[in-house]
């Protein structure tokens, strides 16, 4: 079975500045992982994913991830955020065993707001 | 290109009453996905449907929920007298054939049981 714990249930920060989301998992498997961003009133839309190969992930708006494997972490930074990224953010992990990796696995999500 | 659409967004039943979600995959989507989110829980995957068969359905709770995705119109899924722990939102999701790494989620549905 698989978790996934985010740390932080509402980080606020001001325009510009940057901002880490963090995210930690477990599993006893190999693991794919993904950062969705929920805008209000829409659907999960995907920030990024890793899959494999490089560690360091970038994804739409600026978003990257690190893939920390001793750690279990897969944390999203963006160096400088707007107004607009005002969004709940998920983490989510599925297995790359059993032929299941369609299950994902969602943390609790982290509600992001961009003051001025 | 539409994205998933999940209607209605919002429903109200009482106890006992029959609740029905509908969701409409992206066009050329025949992999569809439902999650449900309890209150200040994450989604936790409940059912894997294709085009006329149900893959995987570890997720669902055993009694009164059901889900289909028939051949022509969308995926429903169905909760049969429903009580109050049934309130949550209700997320489809959909795929291109195979990929289930790359899902496209729909807005949800909000379920509330007075």
């Known amino acids: 079975a698989q978790s996934v714990t985010q740390l932080d249930s509402q980080v606020p920060v001001f325009e510009e500045a940057p901002v880490e989301l963090r995210c930690n998992y477990s599993?006893?498997?190999?693991?794919?992982l993904f950062w969705y961003v929920q805008y209000p009133n829409q659907g999960l839309q995907l920030l990024l994913k890793?899959?494999?190969?490089?560690?360091l992930v970038k994804g739409i708006n600026g978003f990257e991830a690190e893939f920390n494997k001793s750690q279990t972490s897969f944390h999203l930074r963006k160096p400088s955020v707007h107004i607009s990224d005002t969004a709940e953010y998920f983490c989510?992990?599925?297995?790359?065993?059993?032929?299941?990796?369609?299950?994902?696995?969602f943390g609790k999500g982290t509600l992001l707001t961009v003051n001025p | 290109n539409a994205g998933v659409m999940q209607n209605p967004r919002h429903l109200v039943r009482r106890r006992g009453q029959e609740a029905r979600l509908r969701c409409s995959p992206m066009?050329?989507?025949?992999?569809v996905y439902w999650y449900r989110q309890l209150p200040e829980e994450g989604l936790k995957f409940m059912v894997y449907?294709?085009?006329?068969?149900?893959?995987?359905e570890s997720g669902m709770p055993k009694e009164r929920f059901s889900a289909e995705f028939p051949k022509e119109g969308p995926s429903i899924l169905r909760i049969q007298q429903v009580v109050r722990g049934d309130s949550a939102a209700y997320f489809c999701?959909?795929?291109?054939?195979?990929?289930?790494?790359?899902?496209?989620f729909g807005p949800g549905t909000r379920l509330t049981v007075l």
């Open positions: 449907l294709q085009k006329e068969n149900i893959i995987d």
């Open positions: 999701a959909s795929s291109p054939s195979g990929d289930g790494n790359t899902q496209y």
């Open positions: 989510a992990v599925s297995s790359d065993s059993g032929g299941s990796n369609y299950k994902l696995t």
């Open positions: 066009k050329g989507h025949s992999h």
């Open positions: 599993s006893s498997v190999s693991v794919y």
């Open positions: 890793y899959l494999s190969g490089s560690t």
